[in-house]
């Protein structure tokens, strides 16, 4: 949903009772549900299942075949040596 649609349907949101408020996030979030679960069938329908880039190696797996290519790695971004970035998981 677009900021502006949001922004437009708070304002109606306002004028709900907290009943009909609750109604409508459950209606919602069966929507989202639904969209997820449409995206998830369709992703499984595509040809790239996944991708992966680890230490500067893209890992495709696409019909059961496992392809690599070598990126280079350009640091832009420069930190103090007191600084340590962590990697998340």
Do not use: D, W, Y
Not at 30 to 47: C, I, P, V, Y
């Amino acid at each position: 949903m677009e900021h502006s649609e949001l922004v437009q349907e708070m304002v109606l949101l306002e004028k709900l009772t907290a009943q009909e408020r609750l109604k409508h996030a459950k209606r919602q979030r069966q929507q989202q549900l639904k969209n997820l679960a449409r995206r998830e069938a369709s992703a499984r329908n595509s040809t790239t299942i996944s991708s992966t880039i680890t230490n500067g190696t893209m890992t495709s797996i696409s019909n059961n075949t496992v392809t690599k290519s070598i990126r280079t790695k350009t640091f832009l971004v420069q930190f103090p040596e007191n600084i340590v970035l962590l990697e998340g998981k």
